[in-house]
């Protein structure tokens, strides 16, 4: 029921900058936790950064600390992923994730997400 879409990839060039949105619509989302995923060629979907919707607390994976930044706008029912200094490893299928909160911590694991989106593609070139 809960539907999220994807927007904002493309073809960047390495050390440039990217903004995605997901956008929400169904519910409303004050108890949800809103994550993004990605999904390199060959690899497994792995946990990016998340946010809490009441708080704006955030969670972020090693990998992508200092680079990407998780933000929301509550009157827009949209979440987007600020992503500076581009490498090309970044390149990747990006989803958007949603849930109800569950507990203090946010979920890291796919199976801790119920709804998703379509993915947007981020190419990043050398």
């Known amino acids: 029921q809960v539907q999220l879409v994807e927007s904002g990839g493309g073809l960047v060039q390495a050390g440039g900058s990217l903004r995605l949105s997901c956008a929400a619509s169904?519910?409303?989302?004050?108890?949800?936790?809103m994550a993004w995923f990605r999904q390199a060629p060959g690899k497994e979907r792995e946990f990016v950064t998340a946010?809490?919707?009441?708080?704006?607390?955030?969670y972020y994976a090693d990998s992508v600390k200092g680079r990407f930044t998780i933000s929301r706008d509550n009157t827009k029912n949209t979440v987007y992923l600020q992503i500076n200094s581009l490498k090309p490893e970044d390149t990747a299928v990006y989803y958007c994730?949603?849930?109800?909160?569950?507990?203090?911590?946010?979920?890291?694991?796919?199976?801790?997400?119920?709804?998703w989106g379509q993915g947007t593609q981020v190419t990043v070139s050398s």
């Open positions: 994730a949603a849930d109800l909160i569950r507990g203090p911590r946010l979920g890291t694991q796919i199976s801790e997400y119920k709804y």
């Open positions: 169904g519910r409303t989302f004050s108890a949800y936790v």
């Open positions: 946010i809490t919707w009441v708080g704006g607390s955030t």
